[in-house]
């Protein structure tokens, strides 16, 4: 195999693998007949992303700004073109924003989520989520990435059993821990 090349069989070994007997959240994989850690301690280990803490807190800037319930306004406001916002359901209550009502910063940065952080096939609208994660990269918050990507591993590998997502990095996971044989 080339260096830096993607293993979609070993990828595919990974997700078909995902495993915790104590937790419904998988956090490591049995591929090759190695177990590969997908817990967020070491996803930031691998990543070399440490997790940061304001004093006297216990959870990221971005852990504790999407607990809060953010105001939709606020988030519309930041990643919207003036006059445009969330388009609402039969209950009044904000579903997505469309596109083109973002603006090109919040595009940009839209394009970049569903490609790296929480793949996905839907990319043309963000919706309430999506809008939290893109205002998060806009604003500069500290996040548990590990714990982020951890969980988007957990999503796909209990909901999705046709999309792949984070090939390189689990072909990089399994290279680091030996299951590439």
Known sequence: MVEGSID??????????VYDPEEKSPKHAKVRGQWIPSDSTALN??????????????????????LLRPNQQELAACLCIPGK????????LP????????TTLAQTWSVFSFSNLAPTSLTFDINLDRSKLVYELIQKMDVNLGSFISSQITLIAQHD?????????????????????
């Open 85 to 92: 916002g969330f388009e609402l359901n039969a209950d009044r």
């Open 95 to 102: 579903l997505k924003i469309l596109r083109k009502n973002l």
């Open 161 to 181: 059993s046709s999309r792949l997502g984070f090939p390189a990095l689990i072909t990089a996971l399994c290279n680091a821990w030996g299951s590439m044989l």
């Open 8 to 17: 979609v069989a070993l990828v595919r070994e990974f997700y078909a693998n």
């Open 45 to 66: 280990s691998f990543l070399e992303t440490p997790v940061i803490f304001e004093e006297g807190e216990s959870l990221p800037a971005y852990a504790r700004f999407v």
